[in-house]
């Protein structure tokens, strides 16, 4: 009886197709590849992707996915892990931050009220000077007053547009696998190499899954991120809405990526 993988080498063997044309295909490395020909998946960047490299390498070759991952779950070789709950990265010490800057705007305005209310307690009390002995002088005609010119208002400069949405753009430093869905819909799924770069655009929500969290560096809105974790860490569910994109940025807008 043969496996799920020396079935998989059939069926491409028998259509004529190379593991290098499957390679270039799907952008996955060979070696991941021929680790599925020989029932290795344990050699694979993470179990949660494996299901992704069998739905490309099926893709490639005219297979159904569906029918391709249920052969090797029969067989023992593929676990069944149902689906995990979304969780969002928490933002480094956001909150004592905040405080602390409430607190310094308090004693700010505290110090201005202060220096007011010692100004005009301590200045003394205006004089005024006598009226000077009024002596007849020959009066001198004034000179008609002038209406001076208009002058054209001065052009309001207007605000600098403030980007809707949200905008993330990646470059790879390492090679990584990595999907990303915009709005639920899925924007980008493969695997990666060091020097590749990818820009994705969505209106409200963006959810991240990578095999290799230190694989790359991202700038969101404009701004660059924060590390999602180390090298070679699988991280899922990153989930990035417009009401908290601000808290996966450095707040000091250094470490540009």
């Known amino acids: 009886m043969t496996s799920p993988g020396q079935e998989l080498r059939k069926e491409r063997e028998a259509r004529g197709i190379s593991l290098k044309a499957v390679a270039d295909a799907t952008r996955i490395t060979p070696r991941y590849l021929e680790a599925l020909e020989n ?44 689906p995990e709950s979304p969780r969002k990265i928490p ?84 090679e990584t696998w990595i999907q990303v869905y915009a709005d639920g819909r899925l924007a980008l799924d493969g695997l990666r190499k060091a020097g590749d770069t990818a820009e994705i655009r969505a209106s409200t929500e963006l959810l991240i899954h990578l095999g290799n969290a230190g694989g790359l560096t991202f700038r969101l809105n404009g701004r660059p991120g924060k590390p999602f974790g180390r090298s070679g860490a699988v991280v899922k569910n990153i989930r990035i809405t417009v009401e908290d994109w601000a808290s996966f940025v450095r707040e000091d807008g250094t470490g540009d990526t």
């Open 39 to 82: 029932d290795r998946l344990d050699l694979l960047p993470g179990g949660f992707f494996i299901k992704g490299i069998l739905k490309a390498y099926a893709g490639a070759v005219g297979l159904d996915a569906d029918t391709l991952i249920e052969k090797y779950r029969r067989a023992g070789i593929l676990g069944s892990a149902g």
């Open 91 to 174: 933002s480094s010490a956001g909150g004592s931050k905040k405080r602390s800057r409430s607190l310094a705007g308090a004693f700010a305005v505290f110090i201005v009220v202060a220096s007011f209310a010692a100004y005009f307690l301590t200045r003394p009390a205006k004089t005024t000077p006598p009226a000077a002995q009024e002596r007849p002088s020959a009066r001198i005609p004034e000179p008609a007053a002038s209406t001076p010119p208009e002058t054209a208002p001065a052009p309001v400069a207007a605000a600098p547009e403030v980007e809707k949405g949200l905008r993330i753009e990646i470059s790879f430093i390492e």
